[in-house]
Every structure is written in C-alpha cells, then in structure tokens.
C-alpha cells in the first residue's frame, strides 16, 4: 500500500475504518493503521472535518493581503500571526500581485468589515488589504455543490 | 389483425430473455440494492467525454463510411496489435460496430446457412443463442462446470461437434461466470477448431480486465487461428462507454466485407460522436482503464472473501466484474434464492439460470458497484444467508 493510495481514500471519505480501508486497498489493516499512525505523525495528515455546505450561514471573504516581509522570517511571522486570528479559516502565501490569501468566516459583513480595519489592517507589517466576499460555493475539497442527483444505471442488465 | 399470422414465426418462438423477468420485478421495488447490473459504476473519463462533446461542436454530425472513420480504424489496429498481438488491416479487416451486440448479430448472420450448428459454452451472455436463431441456425450449448472453472472444457467441445457444425462461440472472460481460459486451453481448443474445420467468433469484450497478473491470450493470436478467428471487441466495459454503443469486430476481410454489406444496410455506421469518443479512449484513455481496472480488483477480492465467509462456495473469477457464488448448499433453487433475497433482504443478484440452464445453482452478483454498497449488500446477503441455514 502506498501512502499516496490511503491519503486518496481518506480524502474521499475520512469516516472510513482502518478495516475498511485495508478491505478497499487489499492490504492488512494492521498495516492501514501504521501506515495512518505514522502520515498523523508526520503532519502529513493534519486533520479529519466535515465539509458543510455553508453558503445559506453567515458570510465568508477572501482577502488579499499585502505585506512587507521581515529580515530573515519572510512572510512566515506575520502570516502565522494573522492565522491565529479565530476568524480566520485559510491562509495562505500566494505569488502575484499580492502576498497573502486570507479566508475569513464571520456572522455578517459589518464583522467582517470590523475584522479587517481593526485586526488584520492595522498590524505592523500589512500595508494594503481586497476583500472579496463569497456569494456561492460550486466546488469544494473536490465536492461539487450543486450538482444533479446523478444518472442511474437501469438495475439489472445483461 | 391476425397477430399469429402477422408476426414472424421465428421471433414469436424466441424465448424471452430470462433476465427481463427479473428485471421487471426489480424495478418494481424500492431501495434495492443492485448486483444485477453488467456495466461499470463508472462515468465515461471526462477526456473521452470531452472528445465527444468537441465533435458535436465542431459540427460533426454527419454519416462516416460504412466501414467507420479511418482514423478510428487505424486507432483499433493499433490498440488490437499492442494488446492482442494480432495485426489487422485497417483498411479492410476491421469494422466499427454498433457494439459487440451488433457485430454477433452480422457475424452470425454472415456465417449460418439455416441449420447450422452453432456452439457456445453456457452459462453464457444472454444473446448467443437467440442471436444463433434469429440467423437461422442451430444453438448448441456445450456446458461448462466448477470442475473447469467455467472455462470450456476441450474434451466436452469435441464430443459436442457433429458435421453441421461450423461455428464456436467464445467468451473469455466469460460473463456471467468471470472465468478464463488459460492459454494451455485455448491452445487445444484451436487444434480442435482447426481439425473441425470450425470458424471462431470470440467476444473478448472483458479482456483488459483480468486480475491474475497473467496477461489476456486471445485465440486469434495462436498459430493457424487469425484466419479462422473473428475478434469482438468493444469499448463498454474496459473504457465504461457502454452508453456510446461501439465495438468492433477483426477478422479475415472476406467475412469483414460480408458483414459490412449487412451492416450498411441496416446500421450505416456507429454514431461519428461515439467514433471520435472512442479514438481519444484508445489513445488517451488506457490510463484512466487500468485504474478501473484496479479498482474491480480490489473490489472483487473483498466480495468473494466475504461470500465464502458467509458460507456461500464462490470462486475467485480472474476476470470481467461478476462473481458466480455457488448457492447449492442451501438446497433452493437460483431463482427462489434471488427472488426471497430481493424480498427480504432488498439486494438483487441474478439467477444463474438466466444465462442457461447449468446456471442452477449459481447467482451472478456484478460488483462493479460503489464500495460502501457492496458491503451493505454483503451485510444483507450474510443475514441472509444465515436465515436459510
Ligand atoms: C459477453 C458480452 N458480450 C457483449 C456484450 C454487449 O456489448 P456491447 O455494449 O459492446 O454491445 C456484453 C454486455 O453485457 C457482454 O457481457
């Protein structure tokens, strides 16, 4: 079993058992439960969640954040700074026209608003910030949103 | 209206297919689970799908030659001679056909004088044999057993052949069996066809699945066979495009030509959508097949575990998506077994029966189905089994 096979499974579908993984990739599970044990160690695996389709709750922008970096620390500092803002849902160091991509959760735009000019704009270091705000998700992790109910095979067939 | 006068004789008489009863009756209930399927869970890759689409937009919407495009023909001589080991002209020995289906249906129709004998080894696909009749011929089954694992036994086929025999028919892998014929076997098979003077219609439409690590021999390929051999084959399962209806059949072009004749009257060509579709499957699309592949294998493995688990004596098919699990033991028939399981238990196999009569006792179950429902089937089908004991 490769790590690549088992991060595939559990990306599709991270409720699965060690069994029943080792049944879809026909390996032992004790080797599933390794192979696991040492991907969380290693960070490789950071987490398992529920993906919820949350566009009819509150509001969520993207932000593009434009920063100085710091002697020696790049971006990193600031960046982690930024994150561990409870608001904050990813983020991430993008090339381009700006440095950070911030998503930010919140219950409405005034918060949102309030999140940006007070915590993120004002820390030493941003010098410039875009907020974009969602108005629908299509796609997510790999899911599609609002897809059809899918095409059905006829049940029985020679 | 007369019916009885109206209607032909030899379609009236045409036993219907065992298969529809029981479709009928499943698509009459709810929250089934289906075994009863013979395609890929599968959507077609996008890239395959995408073909099609771009010829639809750039307006091909026209016939092709009744031979198909030539490209698509190149295409095939060259998959065909990768992966059979068989060279054919594209020019004259291949024909693109409205699937596998329709190139049985020429070929026989090419082949049979009324009367002729026809052989095939059952349990086998559903149209063989009225595919033989509607050519006016005569279908021989020869059956196979457990004992050969369903593959054709030599013996058996030699003392099935009379002298109005002229064609065999073969599937290897077989549905419903998903059983192979080892190369050694196919070997004496071809002596036995050629010291017969038999000719060879072999559907090898799952060939590119097979799970013993043993790569697919086709019959065509051994000595002495290419000209007495026409080679099936299609897009279905492999490239899971069964909606796209396209085959192809390979063989000698006198035949080739026969069955473009028939073909050209009744089919004209297979849709240009589907045969640009299937140039892009044949060239880009090997890949994204072998994953299925890959993905039938794993699935296959953990079905037949857990039906031998449960107590029902299932051999480990070396190809195609089905298993045949034996139900012997617990001393009903194909056809009440799957009838009560569908009843109590919602999950639908098919009696082994519907692909002939040695069938009995057996119940093909298609685990080309997601994951997560083959074990709430097997879940099922264990409770199930437990209550007949
Ligand atoms: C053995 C066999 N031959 C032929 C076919 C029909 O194939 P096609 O879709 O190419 O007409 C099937 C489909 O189930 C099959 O199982």
Same mark, same amino acid.
């Given at each position: 079993?490769?790590?690549?096979?088992?991060?595939?499974?559990?990306? $599709?579908d991270?409720?699965?058992?060690?069994?029943?993984?080792?049944?879809?990739?026909?390996?032992?599970?004790?080797?599933?439960?390794?192979?696991?044990a040492t991907l969380?160690?290693?960070?490789?695996i950071? /987490?398992?969640?529920?993906?919820v389709?949350?566009?009819?709750?509150?509001?969520s922008?993207?932000i593009?954040?434009?920063? =100085?970096?710091?002697?020696?620390?790049g971006?990193?500092?600031?960046?982690?700074?930024?994150?561990?803002?409870?608001?904050?849902?990813?983020?991430?160091?993008m090339?381009?026209? !700006?440095?950070?991509?911030?998503?930010v959760?919140?219950?409405?735009?005034?918060?949102?608003?309030?999140?940006?000019?007070?915590?993120?704009?004002?820390?030493?270091?941003? %010098?410039s910030?875009? =907020?974009?705000?969602?108005?629908? @998700?299509?796609?997510?992790n790999?899911?599609?949103? @609002?897809?059809?109910?899918?095409?059905?095979?006829?049940s029985?067939?020679? | 209206?007369?019916?009885n006068?109206?209607?032909?004789?030899?379609?009236v008489d045409?036993p219907?297919?065992?298969?529809?009863?029981?479709?009928?009756?499943?698509t009459?209930?709810?929250?089934?689970?289906?075994?009863?399927?013979?395609?890929?869970d599968?959507?077609?890759?996008?890239n395959?799908?995408?073909?099609?689409?771009?010829?639809?937009?750039k307006?091909?919407?026209?016939? @092709?030659?009744? *031979?198909?495009?030539?490209?698509?023909?190149?295409?095939?001589?060259?998959?065909v001679?990768?992966?059979?080991?068989?060279?054919?002209n594209?020019?004259?020995?291949?024909?693109?056909t409205v699937?596998?289906?329709?190139?049985?249906?020429?070929?026989?129709?090419?082949?049979?004088?009324?009367g002729?004998?026809?052989?095939?080894?059952?349990?086998?696909?559903?149209?063989?044999?009225?595919?033989v %009749?509607?050519?006016?011929?005569?279908?021989?089954?020869?059956?196979?057993?457990?004992?050969?694992?369903?593959?054709?036994?030599?013996?058996?086929?030699?003392?099935?052949?009379?002298?109005r025999?002229?064609?065999?028919?073969l599937?290897?892998?077989?549905?419903? $069996? #998903?059983?192979?014929?080892?190369k050694?076997?196919l070997e004496?098979?071809?002596?036995i066809?050629?010291?017969?003077?038999?000719?060879?219609?072999?559907?090898?439409?799952?060939?590119?699945?097979?799970?013993? #690590?043993?790569?697919?021999?086709?019959?065509?390929s051994?000595?002495?066979m290419?000209?007495?051999?026409?080679?099936?084959?299609? !897009?279905?399962?492999?490239?899971?495009?069964?909606?796209?209806?396209?085959g *192809?059949?390979?063989?000698?072009?006198?035949?080739?030509?026969?069955?473009?004749?028939?073909?050209?009257? @009744?089919?004209?060509?297979?849709?240009?959508t589907?045969?640009?579709a299937?140039?892009?499957?044949?060239?880009?699309?090997?890949?994204?097949m072998q994953?299925?592949?890959?993905?039938?294998?794993?699935?296959?493995d953990?079905?037949?575990?857990? !039906?031998n688990d449960?107590?029902?004596?299932?051999?480990?098919? #070396?190809?195609?998506?089905?298993?045949? &699990?034996?139900?012997?033991?617990?001393?009903?028939?194909?056809?009440e077994?799957?009838?009560?399981?569908?009843k109590?238990?919602?999950?639908?196999?098919v &009696? /082994?029966?519907?692909?002939?009569?040695?069938?009995?006792?057996?119940?093909?179950?298609?685990?080309? =189905?997601?994951?997560?429902?083959?074990?709430?089937?097997?879940d099922?089908?264990?409770?199930?089994?437990?209550?007949?004991n």
């Amino acid at each position: 079993m490769t790590e690549e096979a088992l991060l595939k499974i559990l990306e $599709t579908d991270a409720r699965l058992s060690d069994q029943q993984i080792a049944d879809r990739l026909g390996v032992s599970v004790a080797e599933v439960a390794a192979e696991r044990a040492t991907l969380e160690q290693e960070g490789r695996i950071v /987490g398992y969640q529920t993906i919820v389709n949350d566009d009819g709750e509150g509001v969520s922008a993207f932000i593009e954040v434009k920063c =100085t970096p710091e002697r020696g620390g790049g971006f990193d500092r600031l960046a982690e700074r930024i994150s561990r803002f409870d608001e904050v849902r990813s983020c991430y160091l993008m090339s381009g026209g !700006f440095d950070l991509l911030v998503q930010v959760d919140a219950a409405d735009l005034l918060s949102v608003a309030r999140f940006v000019s007070e915590k993120l704009a004002s820390l030493p270091g941003v %010098l410039s910030t875009a =907020t974009h705000f969602r108005l629908k @998700t299509y796609k997510l992790n790999g899911l599609h949103f @609002t897809e059809e109910p899918s095409h059905q095979r006829i049940s029985v067939a020679p | 209206m007369d019916w009885n006068r109206t209607l032909s004789k030899q379609v009236v008489d045409l036993p219907r297919s065992g298969i529809r009863e029981f479709f009928d009756l499943v698509t009459g209930s709810k929250d089934i689970i289906s075994l009863g399927v013979g395609e890929p869970d599968f959507v077609t890759p996008w890239n395959i799908r995408e073909a099609a689409i771009s010829s639809l937009e750039k307006g091909h919407t026209t016939y @092709t030659s009744n *031979y198909g495009l030539e490209s698509l023909r190149r295409a095939i001589a060259r998959y065909v001679e990768g992966f059979f080991h068989v060279s054919y002209n594209p020019l004259c020995e291949i024909l693109p056909t409205v699937g596998v289906s329709e190139a049985i249906d020429l070929a026989l129709r090419c082949l049979i004088n009324p009367g002729d004998e026809v052989l095939y080894h059952e349990p086998c696909y559903v149209s063989y044999a009225p595919s033989v %009749l509607l050519a006016y011929g005569t279908p021989k089954a020869v059956e196979t057993s457990i004992d050969d694992l369903f593959a054709l036994n030599p013996a058996k086929l030699e003392a099935a052949i009379t002298p109005r025999t002229k064609v065999l028919m073969l599937n290897f892998p077989t549905n419903p $069996t #998903g059983s192979i014929a080892p190369k050694e076997t196919l070997e004496e098979i071809a002596k036995i066809c050629i010291k017969h003077d038999l000719f060879v219609l072999t559907d090898e439409i799952y060939s590119e699945l097979r799970y013993d #690590g043993i790569e697919h021999t086709s019959i065509a390929s051994l000595p002495g066979m290419k000209e007495r051999t026409l080679l099936l084959h299609g !897009f279905s399962k492999a490239f899971a495009m069964t909606g796209f209806r396209l085959g *192809y059949a390979c063989g000698p072009k006198e035949l080739i030509e026969q069955m473009m004749k028939i073909h050209s009257y @009744t089919m004209i060509c297979p849709t240009i959508t589907s045969q640009e579709a299937g140039i892009e499957a044949l060239q880009n699309g090997v890949t994204a097949m072998q994953e299925m592949r890959d993905s039938y294998h794993r699935r296959r493995d953990y079905i037949v575990k857990r !039906f031998n688990d449960m107590g029902m004596d299932c051999h480990l098919p #070396g190809g195609a998506f089905y298993t045949f &699990p034996s139900i012997k033991r617990f001393g009903i028939s194909s056809k009440e077994f799957a009838m009560r399981l569908l009843k109590e238990q919602k999950v639908a196999g098919v &009696p /082994g029966t519907a692909f002939g009569a040695c069938g009995e006792g057996y119940l093909r179950c298609c685990y080309a =189905t997601a994951f997560e429902l083959l074990e709430a089937a097997c879940d099922k089908m264990e409770r199930f089994c437990a209550s007949l004991n």
